[in-house]
């Protein structure tokens, strides 16, 4: 599975950046980290397109490509400081408002679900599967030992994402619907994908939220039971929109996209881009 580190630049063309003046074209894209695998692959394919079909510009367009959560990327495009932001999740109330003046557009390209990660041991150890209120209730710090869920004596390390994070919100608003809820019970608090993967690995009673596209052996996918009723994340479940926690994964931009922009979305939509969605462990947005 394509893995990225946080903070990861890409730069299209030139390696490493020029120090001196540069002139020539940059798309700057910040955000999300779910997000991130797909503008990372996405950018270095992008210079083949252009070699291809002969971008009008005389210099090659760099692409320079930041992580930092969906909050971040939203705000970021917002105030002119990155081209394109990257979003997990949906622009919510309070940002349309806040930034009603940028006129925030939404270019979805990717189809993604937030599953309730466990560690595999607790996995290997029989749970498979948990209701929504057991799940809140772990959150809340009302449940806090395994064997109260049918598990192992053991305490649960419960792992949390960083308020800002789209992840967070899409999953929170499942489970508590409000998407900034409070979690009196977490012990953890962790930033991307890749970090709270890590931090789930190495323990062996957490439970946690991750994205569909990094989950492995050693971070399980549960299953969400409603009665008797179970739902699993798998590609079929997630594409018919039957698994309840199903999310888009867009690029924002502040009103109509410059002409770079736009040959940049417009091939992450083709079918080169749609391809990139498919590498990076995600289903293609049709």
């Known amino acids: 599975m394509f893995r990225v580190l946080l903070f990861l630049?890409?730069?299209?063309?030139?390696?490493?950046?020029?120090?001196?003046?540069?002139?020539?074209?940059?798309?700057?894209?910040?955000?999300?980290?779910?997000?991130?695998?797909?503008?990372?692959?996405?950018?270095?394919?992008?210079?083949?397109?252009?070699?291809?079909?002969?971008?009008?510009?005389?210099?090659?367009?760099?692409?320079?490509?930041?992580?930092?959560?969906?909050?971040?990327?939203?705000?970021?495009?917002?105030?002119?400081r990155?081209?394109?932001?990257?979003?997990?999740?949906?622009?919510?109330?309070?940002?349309?408002?806040?930034?009603?003046?940028s006129h925030l557009k939404v270019h979805t390209v990717a189809v993604d679900a937030v599953a309730c990660v466990i560690s595999s041991e607790i996995y290997n150890a029989g749970i498979h599967d948990l209701t929504r209120q057991e799940i809140r209730d772990i959150y809340l710090g009302k449940i806090r030992n395994w064997k109260e869920v049918g598990g192992p004596d053991r305490k649960i390390v419960v792992v949390d994402k960083e308020r800002h994070r789209g992840t967070r919100h899409v999953f929170m608003n499942f489970i508590f619907g409000n998407p900034t809820a409070k979690t009196p019970g977490t012990i953890l608090v962790t930033g991307s994908n890749n970090e709270e993967q890590t931090k789930i690995a190495q323990s062996d009673s957490a439970i946690g939220m991750l994205s569909y596209a990094w989950i492995n052996d050693e971070v399980r996918a549960i299953g969400i039971r409603d009665k008797k009723n179970i739902v699993n994340p798998t590609r079929e479940t997630i594409r018919k929109g039957d698994y309840p926690i199903v999310r888009n994964l867009s690029f924002i931009t502040a009103g109509e996209p410059s002409e770079e922009v736009k040959a940049f979305l417009e091939f992450l939509k083709g079918p080169e881009g749609q391809q990139v969605v498919e590498e990076s462990g995600y289903i293609p947005f049709i």
Request: aromatic share 6%; charged share 25%; no cysteine.
């Open 82 to 101: 990155s081209d394109i932001g990257m979003a997990s999740r949906e622009i919510s109330p309070s940002e349309r408002k806040r930034f009603e003046g």
């Open 9 to 80: 630049w890409v730069a299209i063309g030139v390696i490493p950046f020029p120090v001196s003046a540069d002139h020539s074209p940059k798309i700057k894209i910040v955000g999300s980290t779910t997000v991130l695998p797909i503008a990372s692959r996405a950018a270095e394919r992008f210079e083949k397109f252009q070699r291809v079909e002969k971008f009008k510009s005389s210099h090659r367009l760099r692409i320079l490509v930041n992580a930092g959560g969906s909050g971040v990327g939203i705000h970021s495009v917002a105030k002119g």
